[in-house]
C-alpha cells in the first residue's frame, strides 16, 4: 500500500462522510438547526489578548452530519471571497490551495485574506481545539472500524489512519465505517 494512497485516504475522510444523520449528541455540546435538530459544536472559540476570537474559530463549521448541498454551500461562500480576492485563476478555494501547494506566493495571501471563510470539519477544529479529546475520538473510530471488520493501518500518534483493504464492507463511505465515526464523535 504506498504512503500516497494512504495519505489520500485521510485527507479524503472528511470529504467522504457527508450526508449522514448524527445520532445522539449525549455528551457532546450542541446547537439548535433552523429545523429543529441539533448537531455536536465544538467548545466555543477562545479570544487572544485583543478580546476578538482568532480568524481559525471564526471559520464555518462543517457539523459532522452535514448535507453535501450544505458543504457545497460553504465552500461557494469561500470561493466568492478566494475569487475576489485572487482575480483570474482564483476561480474558487480549490484552486487557491493546489496554488499554495505550488509555493505560489500570492495563493498564500489570497489564503490569509480568505481564511475566516474557509470552512472547517468538525473533526479539523476538534483536533485544533481538543487534540485529546480528538485523538480519544479517533481511537474510538478506529476500535469500531476493527470490530466491523475493516482491515486498518496502524493508527498514527493522533489516532489517525487509513484502511488497507478495500473489503465487502466498503471503504470510508460506507454506512459501517460512518457509523462509526459517528458514533465516536457525536460521544
Known amino acids: 500500500m504506498s504512503h500516497t494512497f494512504l495519505t489520500m485516504v485521510r485527507f479524503a475522510v ?5 450526508g449522514c444523520l448524527l ?7 450542541t446547537d ?9 459544536s465544538v467548545q466555543s472559540p477562545t479570544t487572544g489578548a485583543t ?40 476561480e474558487d478555494g480549490r484552486s487557491v490551495i ?9 495563493a498564500k495571501r489570497v489564503r490569509a485574506a480568505c481564511r475566516s471563510t474557509e470552512p472547517e470539519f468538525f473533526e479539523e477544529r476538534q483536533k485544533r481545539t481538543d487534540n485529546a479529546a480528538f485523538r480519544d475520538n479517533q481511537r474510538e473510530w478506529y476500535q469500531c472500524a476493527k470490530k466491523a471488520g475493516y482491515r486498518l493501518t496502524t493508527p498514527d500518534e493522533d489516532g489517525e489512519f487509513g484502511i488497507t483493504e478495500v473489503g465487502p464492507n466498503g471503504d470510508f463511505q460506507s454506512p459501517k465505517m460512518t ?8 460521544r
Open 98 to 106: 493546489w496554488k499554495e501547494s505550488q509555493n505560489d506566493p500570492k
Open 179 to 186: 457509523a462509526c465515526r459517528l458514533e465516536a464523535f457525536s
Open 51 to 90: 478580546g476578538r476570537a482568532d480568524v481559525e474559530d471564526r471559520r464555518p463549521l462543517i457539523p459532522l452530519d452535514a448535507t453535501n448541498d450544505e458543504i457545497e454551500a460553504l465552500r461557494a461562500a469561500w470561493g466568492r471571497c478566494v475569487a475576489k480576492e485572487g482575480g483570474p485563476g482564483y
Open 32 to 40: 439548535d438547526r433552523v429545523d429543529g435538530s441539533r448537531v455536536a
Open 23 to 29: 445520532a445522539g449528541c449525549s455528551a457532546a455540546p
Open 14 to 18: 472528511p470529504a467522504l462522510v457527508v
